[in-house]
Structure formats: C-alpha cells, structure tokens
C-alpha cells in the first residue's frame, strides 16, 4: 500500500500559511490597539474604538487558537501516516529477501 501523501501535505501547508496569515493580520490589528486607561465622558468614542479594536483581537485569537491546534493535529496525523508507510515498506521488503 503506497499512498501518495502529497496532497495531504499541501492541505496542511494551506492550513499552515492561513495561520501565519492569522499572525500577520492579528499584528496589524494591535498596531490600532490604545493601550491607555479613558474614564472620561469626553472620550467615549475613543473607549467605543477600543472595545472595538479588543473584540476583533478576540476574534482572531480564537481563530488563532482553532486553526493552530487543527494544524498540529492534521501535522501529526500525516507524520503518523508517513511513518506508517516505512515501517509497511520496510517490512515488506524485508521479508522478500
């Protein structure tokens, strides 16, 4: 059984640039972010863009999180299989002589 891994590896490098893109854009989201304290009635728009600007990076960090772990899965999952398919290889030819 000789599976060709080759479109599998691509899925996971799709995957693996989308969170790379994730990172990229979650940079340029935190480059908007006001990290000072606005208690005062006169600022309430900038307090309105900074829950705006925290709720997008909450968006993207749980997007983050999601694909991260789906990419060390789906990574694991193909090491798992390319493994796999020495060690029957191997055995194989081992056992022809």
Known sequence: M????TPFVA??????????GLAIY?????TREDDMLHVS????SR???QAEVAHQLDM???WGKLL??????????LAAAYTYQIW??????????
């Not at 979650?26 to 935190?30: C, E, M, T, V």
């Open 88 to 97: 029957t290889e191997g055995s194989r030819q081992m056992w022809k002589g």
């Open 47 to 49: 307090i309105s863009k």
């Open 11 to 20: 899925g996971w490098v799709v995957l693996a640039c989308m969170v790379a």
């Open 68 to 77: 991260t772990v789906l990419v060390t899965l789906y990574g694991l999952l």
């Open 26 to 30: 979650r940079r340029l989201i935190s």
């Open 2 to 5: 000789n599976l060709a891994l």
């Open 41 to 44: 009635e006169g600022e309430s």
């Open 60 to 62: 993207v960090d749980r």
